[in-house]
T-cell receptor, first 115, second 112 residues
Framework: ETGVTQTPRHLVMGMTNKKSLKCEQH?????MYWYKQSAKKPLELMFV???????ENNSVPSRFSPECPNSSHLFLHLHTLQPEDSALYLC??????????????FGQGTRLTVV | GQNIDQPTEMTATEGAIVQINCTYQ??????LFWYQQHAGEAPTFLSY????GLEEKGRFSSFLSRSKGYSYLLLKELQMKDSASYLC?????????????FGTGTRLKVLA
């Protein structure tokens, strides 16, 4: 496989459930990102991992918990979510410190619905 | 702080040229990116500017003026498949951390 792969593509969960989103990249990148995309809002940066270390946490509620066990994998653990957390969750990766042309590559996203 | 502005919606005709503008404010500018996103799909990379001037890639061109905090994406010979959202993003380097900050996107409708 190549690129950035996210699973599952769709997820419906109750407010008391615990679930995890998975992201895998096969591009040799050293930075990975979680974004939330809601209707009529810009992509919101949630977490940044650089060389497997979390370097950014944009005031995200603790009901979202990221994990980066190695440079190729990123998880987002979800528990006791609210209906307003329903959105498209996108994972991205990049090698930003290589200089020019180092764009972020995105996975297809997980469409999350909290009921 | 960071701020990125772009128009919400634009409409153009097949075969025409359209220019989508983006203005930004950021403290650690490290490059400007344009992405295309079709409904329900992932954003895909279109172009990158880090120095002032025009970058051309087939039917798509992107321009940057760092002193003005301004960029535009130019789409020529519009096709129906170009109907999508176009996202302007700034890479910001803050304390050694690189972040990609996105605007709300411009939804482009191409009419026959």
């Amino acid at each position: 496989e190549t690129g950035v792969t996210q699973t599952p593509r769709h997820l419906v969960m109750g407010m008391t459930n615990k679930k995890s989103l998975k992201c895998e990249q096969h591009l040799g990148h050293n930075a990975m990102y979680w974004y939330k995309q809601s209707a009529k809002k810009p992509l919101e940066l949630m977490f940044v991992y650089s060389l497997e270390e979390r370097v950014e946490n944009n005031s995200v509620p603790s009901r979202f918990s990221p994990e980066c066990p190695n440079s190729s994998h990123l998880f987002l653990h979800l528990h006791t979510l609210q209906p307003e957390d329903s959105a498209l969750y996108l994972c991205a990766s990049s090698n930003p410190d290589r200089g020019s042309g180092t764009e972020a590559f995105f996975g297809q996203g997980t469409r999350l619905t909290v009921v | 702080g960071q701020n990125i502005d772009q128009p919400t919606e634009m409409t153009a005709t097949e075969g025409a040229i359209v220019q989508i503008n983006c203005t930004y404010q950021t403290s650690g500018f490290n490059g400007l990116f344009w992405y295309q996103q079709h409904a329900g799909e992932a954003p895909t990379f279109l172009s990158y500017n880090v120095l002032d001037g025009l970058e051309e890639k087939g039917r798509f061109s992107s321009f940057l003026s760092r002193s003005k905090g301004y960029s535009y994406l130019l789409l020529k010979e519009l096709q129906m498949k170009d109907s999508a959202s176009y996202l302007c993003a700034v890479r910001d380097r803050d304390s050694g951390t690189y972040k990609y900050i996105f605007g709300t996107g411009t939804r482009l409708k191409v009419l026959a």
